[in-house]
């Protein structure tokens, strides 16, 4: 699929993140395919669940679990094109499972107009993880593990967690992605394992800012 042109309505210094994601739903909605946009909506919708319980802005993070996965709409010639325009890791650009959260970030700005550096990054690293990922980023890295349509042994313990106590559950959705991909015999991302090592090593604390320098401008 070829990508849009530009979305309407790029955000301001000041932007009210529930009216511009009422303005991109409809183009999220005509992108996706069934399966991927009930996935979308759930991690949307778990995502404002978990920052309000968190004490962040739900309206900020339900946009980032809008778009965390607009990058699926693309073929993979598309993908392929686009990715030239990224830096990555000989790794991640190996992984074409991978492809679609750096791919994401870089829709995300180019085309539905989003400047905001706490999405972006989110939207980067909502795979992987990040042993820098900030708190907007650790939402969504949760929220697109226990999203209502997923359905797996323990994932209604991993929701109560995320309820009562979110650095546990953190840790727990990181050591769960770690194990699955382990017992399928697929590759593990380095910066996977970083993460999850670092959560053991800092409490889960959040870092104070954003570190991050890879998203795509």
Known sequence: MTPPSRAPGAPSARQDWAALARRLTPLIRSRLRPKRLRHTLGVARTARDLALSQGLDPAKAGLAGLLHDCAKGLDRGESERLLKRLRLDPLERALPALWHAPLGALLARSLYGIQD???????RFHSTGSPRLGALGRILY????????????????LRRLARENFSKALKGVVAGKISFLAQKGMRIHPVSV????????????????????????
């Open 117 to 123: 550096r706490e999405i972006l990054e989110a939207i």
């Open 194 to 217: 970083q993460f999850y090592n670092s959560l053991l090593e800092s409490g889960s604390k959040i870092p104070p800012k954003s570190p991050v320098k890879t998203i795509p401008k």
């Open 142 to 157: 949760v929220a697109d593990f226990i999203e209502p349509g997923r359905d797996f042994p323990g994932l209604g313990r």
